[in-house]
Antibody
Framework: QVQLVQSGSELKKPGASVKVSCKASGYTFSTYAMNWVRQAPGQGLEWMGWINTNTGNPTYAQGFTGRFVFSLDTSVSTAYLQISSLKAEDTAVYYC??????????????WGQGTLVTVSS | SSELTQDPAVSVALGQTVRITCQGDSLRSYYASWYQQKPGQAPVLVIYGKNSRPSGIPDRFSGSSSGSTASLTITGAQAEDEADYYCNSRDSSGNHVVFGGGTKLTVL
């Protein structure tokens, strides 16, 4: 069965970096796009962008350029989200979500369990 | 601010029908997808495309669209349907994705 398993919670100081992993199983990794979605505490969902798992080409939403990097290790079917120069406002749950073939960015059929990143001094 | 607008909260009596709406200009050109999120859990896809349900989603969930408004209808709401519901679609440029602000559904 399809599973996306994310790395565990992180507590980081402002200015530090964090790398969140999303390990996929149960399907051919390079066939389906991977999206990243942020949810700040008590807030709604925010699309961060997506990465083409076949080409490795990332696309970033407005507000997620510069400090945010999507990457892949296809040898272990894993997608990564790295955030640098962390700020308190980056505190959120970060989700990876698999895009369906017909509409890989709008429609995501499997989600990871989420990774809580807390930025605090 | 989101390009997709949802009512913050909606309530429905147990067993009754409720419609949750999502408004935005991009919906005139693109379908919305709908997600259910319960506290402490990841979102779950419930409706996508014209009116498609993923495997395992009860048929009491349905979707429709008219003009700039997409709707999620729950026919015969159950207690377990109490959750936050989010729509998403493409933004006005068509290149990126935007989520609505979410609707908290209470089943009375």
């Amino acid at each position: 069965q399809v599973q996306l398993v994310q790395s565990g919670s992180e507590l980081k100081k402002p200015g530090a970096s964090v790398k969140v992993s999303c390990k996929a199983s149960g399907y051919t990794f390079s066939t389906y796009a991977m999206n990243w979605v942020r949810q700040a505490p008590g807030q709604g969902l925010e699309w961060m962008g997506w990465i083409n798992t076949n080409t490795g080409n990332p696309t970033y939403a407005q507000g997620f350029t510069g400090r945010f990097v999507f990457s892949l290790d296809t040898s272990v079917s894993t997608a990564y989200l790295q955030i640098s120069s962390l700020k308190a406002e980056d505190t959120a749950v970060y989700y990876c979500a698999r895009g369906i073939l017909l509409d890989p960015t709008v429609t995501t059929d499997y989600w990871g369990q989420g990774t809580l990143v807390t930025v605090s001094s | 601010s989101s390009e997709l607008t949802q009512d913050p909260a909606v309530s429905v009596a147990l067993g009754q029908t409720v419609r949750i709406t999502c408004q935005g200009d991009s919906l005139r050109s693109y379908y919305a997808s709908w997600y259910q999120q319960k506290p402490g859990q990841a979102p779950v896809l419930v409706i996508y495309g014209k009116n498609s349900r993923p495997s395992g989603i009860p048929d009491r969930f349905s979707g429709s669209s008219s003009g700039s408004t997409a709707s999620l209808t729950i026919t015969g709401a159950q207690a377990e349907d109490e959750a936050d519901y989010y729509c998403n679609s493409r933004d006005s440029s068509g290149n990126h994705v935007v989520f609505g602000g979410g609707t908290k559904l209470t089943v009375l």
